[in-house]
């Protein structure tokens, strides 16, 4: 059991590195296509690699999820995709305006916030979660707000994507119970693409030497980020205990900040480190009844990404 648990555990510190170090892709990828352009190559890239997956766990249905009909399946997985479509959207517009570290330090700030409105859905909300939203929110002062008390417009777009991607989260987490999450992922990636397509088109220039020319990090952002690393998450989180899934996947932040200083060469001012600090600083806290056990926040379901349903 020790031997599968550090199995689970270091694959999943490769999906966290994966999604972490995808942020630098989408901000390359930018260099050449539109934000719309990219997400809608990007998601359908993305399901297309789902498919192989979702053949090869065909006989596994039953401990990968619940089936259920057709029509579940798909009305699920639109609603599924239309809230990545407003987080990826968002996140991939203010990527255009702010650098991949702080981007991918604000999208974090769902999981303080994934407590927080699940209050409303019936859920405890505990003293951790109000002091890491604290600390997270001074952070975020801290990374994103200037001397002139405003913000800046790409930081602003990708807190607006943190939004969407908390409704996302709590609509797997409902979602990956009663039906299985590859299934899901596959329709919801299709849905995001089909609603970046049109916007794309309407917004965009689109022509074939520049999406050759972003052919790598769309890969990258497709296969890897989106079919490699989700499926390593939906596997291996049944098999390593969810204060463990929590910890190593957090860990996703700090490879986007390290890649992109390494990589695009971003620089990070000691304000801008100090909001980091406090930002992580924050998300442990929120999640550290879960690390402790506590039986005082529900825990999501084995099937149910702990906080990742938005790093895809």
């Known amino acids: 059991m020790q031997t599968r648990t550090l199995k689970s555990d270091l694959l999943l510190l490769v999906a966290a590195f994966i999604w972490g170090t995808t942020f630098v892709a989408q901000r390359m990828g930018m260099d050449h296509i539109g934000p719309m352009t990219y997400n809608a190559l990007r998601f359908a890239l993305g399901a297309v690699t789902l498919v192989p997956v ?6 596994n249905d039953e401990t990968i999820g619940r089936p259920r009909s057709t029509r579940f399946l798909f009305w699920a997985g639109i609603l599924a995709g239309m809230a990545l479509f407003g987080g990826a959207s968002m996140q991939q517009m203010g990527l255009v305006y702010t650098t991949a570290g702080k981007a991918s330090f604000i999208t974090s700030l769902y999981v303080a916030l994934v407590p927080i409105a699940g209050m409303f859905l019936g859920h ?11 600390l997270a929110v001074a952070g975020l002062y801290l990374l994103s ?4 008390l405003a913000i800046g417009r790409g930081d602003l777009l990708v807190l607006a994507g943190a939004l969407f991607w908390t409704v996302h989260v709590l609509l797997i987490d409902y979602l990956a119970k009663r039906a299985n999450p590859l299934h899901i992922a596959c329709i919801q990636f299709l849905a995001c693409s089909a609603l970046s397509l049109p916007a794309a088109v309407l917004s965009e220039q689109i022509t074939l030497p520049a999406i050759g020319a972003a052919t790598i ?3 990258y952002g497709g296969i890897l980020s989106a ?22 996947m957090s860990l996703e932040t ?11 060469h971003e620089r990070l001012t000691p304000r801008d480190l ?8 924050g998300l442990m806290v929120v999640q550290l009844p879960l690390l402790l056990g506590s039986p005082a926040i529900r825990k999501p379901g084995p099937n149910a990404p702990l906080t990742a349903a938005g790093r895809l």
């Open 274 to 281: 100090l909001g980091c600090v406090l930002m992580f600083t």
């Open 227 to 248: 079919g490699v690393a989700f499926t390593l998450q939906v596997v291996c989180q049944r098999t390593s205990p969810p204060a463990h899934a929590a910890i190593v």
């Open 217 to 219: 990090p769309i890969l």
């Open 145 to 148: 707000v200037t001397e002139s």
């Open 124 to 134: 405890r909300c505990g003293l951790p979660v109000w002091a890491g939203a604290a």
């Open 54 to 59: 979702i053949w090869l766990f065909r006989t």
């Open 254 to 264: 700090v490879f986007a900040a390290l890649s992109g200083y390494l990589i695009l």
